[in-house]
């Protein structure tokens, strides 16, 4: 499969535990977005990378998100603290060298915080 | 503050209609309006529209966007139980297409 990949697909949680997403993206794609979805409204913008570098985050992303992607190819989005607001289905997106072209989408990864 | 709104929410049709699904947006430094199918899990692109009065088609989905009025409507023919999905519209500002602001979907449930 060459599409974007995240993992793990589903994680259970407590409140107040740590979690980290991983998202591999699209091989030659150097373009990178976290976004968050929950449930009966459409995916919302958290952070943009170009190769390693995080351009742009999201009022979204509170002081317990942070993102990395260290060496411009797979990245991790890591919740600290987490509460039940959190339970989302996050979703990584990878796009191409043009930033006029679209976005492909993984498949997410679903936090359901307890 | 930016907007994309989608309607229907939802919609209920037999196998062979033709549905129209609307979009319509306010946001500032439009560049392009996005359709996405999420079944689901991912959403799935379906079409990129930049410029007013031209058709996008692919098969029986077809789509087209007025900049002047500020919305595009997905069209999709002699539907079949397969394009049961949520229907996601998306506009990109600047020159970022993947940064984009989404609607919450119009959700198909299509009945043979």
């Known amino acids: 499969d060459t599409g974007v990949s995240q993992d793990p697909r589903h994680k259970i949680t407590k409140r107040g535990q740590n979690v980290t997403f991983r998202c591999d993206p699209i091989?030659?794609?150097?373009?990178l977005y976290w976004y968050r979805q929950t449930l009966g409204q459409g995916p919302e913008f958290l952070t943009y990378?170009?190769?390693?570098?995080?351009?742009?985050k999201s009022r979204l992303l509170s002081d317990r998100f942070s993102a990395e992607r260290p060496k411009g190819s797979f990245s991790t989005l890591e919740i600290q603290r987490t509460e039940q607001g959190d339970s989302a289905m996050y979703l990584c997106?990878?796009?191409?060298?043009?930033?006029?072209?679209?976005?492909?989408f993984g498949q997410g990864t679903r936090l359901t915080v307890v | 503050e930016d907007k994309v709104v989608q309607s229907p929410l939802s919609l209920v049709v037999h196998e062979g209609d033709t549905v129209t699904l609307n979009c319509s947006y306010e946001?500032?430094?439009?560049?392009?309006l996005l359709w996405y199918k999420q079944e689901k899990k991912a959403p799935t692109f379906l079409f990129m529209l930049?410029?007013?009065?031209i058709e996008k088609k692919s098969g029986r989905l077809s789509s087209i966007l007025d900049k002047k009025e500020l919305f595009s409507i997905l069209n999709i023919t002699a539907t079949q139980t397969g394009d049961s999905a949520i229907y996601l519209c998306?506009?990109?500002?600047?020159?970022?297409?993947?940064?984009?602001?989404f609607g919450d979907g119009t959700t198909l449930t299509v009945k043979p």
């Open positions: 997106a990878s796009g191409g060298g043009q930033l006029n072209t679209e976005a492909f």
């Open positions: 091989s030659e794609h150097n373009r």
């Open positions: 990378f170009q190769n390693e570098a995080q351009l742009e």
């Open positions: 946001v500032t430094n439009f560049r392009s």
């Open positions: 930049t410029s007013s009065g």
């Open positions: 998306a506009v990109a500002k600047g020159t970022n297409a993947g940064k984009s602001t």
